[in-house]
């Protein structure tokens, strides 16, 4: 069976809306014209993210030695473009020894995973099904 | 920010928050999720905070 041009760019279109509601949390709705939506989730999103990161949370290294550490990794990565820039900007280092250390991973880990939610929303929106 | 419950009040609050806006699409029905949530999450961590109160760490 052979892929028509219309259903290729489509298919391009909804690669491209979930990495861009990936990196951006909530870009997808907007795009999509959801716009109440996508500001919720555009500020709530980064906002949960830097809390954790405040309360000295830890963005976890891809070790897969100790799998707990690697999902908790993959789950940090459902934030998008704020894990790489905390990442540079040489957040997200943890301390083990403040109260707030199991709070903050909370958040953090959290925040990645409804990110991944809110792509799989705008997914679903884009195809139609809500 | 030291207190646990104002954490725990914290992120309840977001979750709430970000699951009543992808599950609903009209604001009053939002809202309703969302408070509901919110009490559900609030509550149940308290009630289960009493029930391991015993146990020592």
């Not at chain 1, 069976?1 to 907007?30: D, F, K, N």
């Not at chain 1, 403040?98 to 799989?120: H, Q, S």
Request: hydrophobic fraction near 60%.
């Amino acid at each position: 069976m052979r892929v028509t041009a219309a259903e290729e760019s489509q298919y391009g279109g909804l690669v491209l809306l979930c990495l861009a509601s990936w990196a951006i949390p909530g870009a997808g709705h907007l795009w999509l014209g959801r716009r109440n939506k996508g500001l919720v989730f555009l500020v709530a999103l980064p906002l949960m993210f830097a809390i954790g990161l405040a309360l000295r949370g830890r963005l976890f290294p891809f070790d897969f030695s100790d799998p707990l550490v690697g999902l908790e990794a993959l789950a940090d990565f459902g934030m998008g473009a704020a894990y790489f820039l905390s990442k540079a900007l040489g957040y997200g280092a943890g301390d083990v020894r403040a109260v707030t250390y199991e709070y903050g991973n909370a958040f953090l880990v959290v925040a990645g995973l409804l990110n991944l939610l809110v792509v799989i929303d705008a997914y679903d929106v884009a195809l139609g099904r809500k | 920010m030291r207190s646990h419950i104002l954490l725990l009040v914290l992120f309840a609050f977001f979750v709430s928050l970000i699951f009543a806006v992808i599950a609903k699409d009209d604001l009053r029905e939002q809202v309703r999720l969302g408070a509901v949530m919110f009490a559900g999450f609030v509550a149940s961590a308290v009630v289960l905070g009493w029930l391991m109160y015993p146990f020592p760490l």
